[in-house]
C-alpha cells in the first residue's frame, strides 16, 4: 500500500483521489501543509540522470514537512559496487520511510519494494513506466480541455486524441501515458519512424493505434505530446537526424497548419531544434512548463498517498 510504480496501480478512485489532492494541497496555506508530515523521512534514490522529477519529488515533500535525503549513484556506494537491495536496506536502516526511485531497469521498483517493505515510487524505470509524468500530463490536459477537472471516468477525454510523436519505443512516458489515457476515453496515436516504433515492439491496447507520418497525426491532435530520442538509450542504432527532423520536428509551419488549436506537451528535456524548435517550445501552444509545475502538485499527493499508508517510523 502506497507505493506507486505503474499507473495502473491506481483505480478510477484512487486517481481522483490523487487528482483532488494535488489541486487541494496546492492551495493550501504553505505554514499549514508543512505540518501534515513534519519531519517525515523520504529518500531519492536516483541511478539515472533527472532535473524535473528529482527536484520536483523533494519540493513536494519539502512542501509537506518531510525530511529528504538523496542519494544518486554518481556520488555514493553505488558508484563502488553496492547493489539495489544493500542500498535500500541501508536507506531503510537510516530512517527512510518511503523511497522514490528513479532506475536504468525496468521493473527495478518492485524489486526495491520486495526488500524494503517500504511504499516505493517509481520515478522512471528504464523503459517501462514514468507514472507520475502520466499523472501531471493529465492534469495538464484536464485544465486545458476539461476546466481543471478533478473527478474523471471512463468518459472523461471522449473524443479527445493524444498524438505520441518521436523515440516511443524506449520512452517509458509513452507507455504509461499509453496505458492511463484510454482509461479515460481518449485516443493515443503514436506516431514515428519505424526504428523508434517498430509495430511488433509496441503494446498497442485498446484506444492506442500507430500513424507512421506525422502530419495526418497532427491534423487529428487535441493534444501533441513530443518526445525526445533518448541517444543513451540507442544501443548503437544509427539515425539519420537531418531526415528524421524532416518528417518528425514540430515547427511553427506544421502546427500553424495542421494542429493550430491544439496544445503542446513535451515531458523534458527538450532538445530544441531537434524534435521541436525554439519558437514552438516557447510559442502560446507550448504548456510544457505548466506540465513541469503539475509535477510538483502530483507529486505531493502521491509522497502523501505513500506516508498515509506507513505508521510514523513503521513500515507499510
Ligand atoms: N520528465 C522527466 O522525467 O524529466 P527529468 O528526466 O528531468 O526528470
Request: with cysteine; net charge neutral; aromatic share 4%.
Amino acid at each position: 500500500p502506497g507505493s506507486l510504480m505503474s499507473v495502473n496501480d491506481l483505480s478510477l478512485e484512487g486517481l481522483n483521489h490523487v487528482l483532488r489532492r494535488a489541486t487541494e494541497l496546492t492551495a493550501q496555506d504553505p505554514l499549514e501543509r508543512m505540518r501534515l508530515f513534519a519531519k517525515r523521512r523520504v529518500a531519492l534514490l536516483f541511478y539515472e540522470s533527472s532535473t524535473r522529477t528529482r527536484t520536483s519529488f523533494e519540493l513536494a515533500a519539502k512542501a509537506l514537512g518531510c525530511d529528504t535525503t538523496l542519494v544518486s549513484n554518481l556520488s555514493s556506494s553505488i558508484e563502488k559496487g553496492e547493489s539495489l537491495k544493500d542500498t535500500g536496506l541501508t536507506i531503510r536502516a537510516l530512517g527512510a520511510e518511503t523511497i522514490i526511485l528513479r532506475h536504468n531497469a525496468s521493473g527495478a521498483p518492485w524489486l526495491l519494494e520486495q526488500y524494503t517493505h517500504l511504499p516505493v515510487l517509481n520515478a522512471g524505470d528504464g523503459m517501462h513506466e514514468h507514472p507520475t509524468q502520466a499523472l501531471l500530463d493529465l492534469r495538464t490536459m484536464l485544465a486545458h480541455l476539461r476546466g481543471g477537472a478533478t473527478e474523471v471516468g471512463p468518459e472523461t477525454l471522449k473524443g479527445v486524441t493524444v498524438s505520441i510523436t518521436g523515440d516511443i519505443l524506449h520512452s517509458r512516458v509513452a507507455r504509461s501515458n499509453m496505458l492511463l489515457l484510454p482509461r479515460l476515453g481518449a485516443e493515443v496515436v503514436l506516431c514515428g519512424p519505424k526504428e523508434l516504433l517498430p509495430e511488433v515492439a509496441v503494446t498497442a491496447g485498446p484506444g492506442v493505434r500507430i500513424e507512421r507520418d506525422f502530419e495526418p497525426a497532427l491534423k487529428q491532435s487535441h493534444v501533441v505530446m513530443m518526445l525526445r530520442i533518448q541517444a543513451e538509450r540507442l544501443a548503437g542504432l544509427q539515425l539519420d537526424l537531418e531526415e528524421y527532423k524532416r518528417a518528425y520536428q514540430l515547427t511553427g509551419d506544421r502546427l500553424h497548419a495542421f494542429a493550430p488549436e491544439a496544445i503542446v506537451l513535451h515531458p523534458g528535456p527538450i532538445i530544441r531544434g531537434l524534435e521541436i524548435t525554439a519558437g514552438v517550445a516557447d510559442g502560446p501552444q507550448s504548456k510544457i512548463l505548466e506540465q513541469v509545475s503539475n509535477g510538483v502538485a502530483i507529486r505531493m499527493a502521491v509522497v502523501e498517498r505513500a506516508l498515509s499508508a506507513t505508521s510514523k517510523g513503521g513500515r507499510a
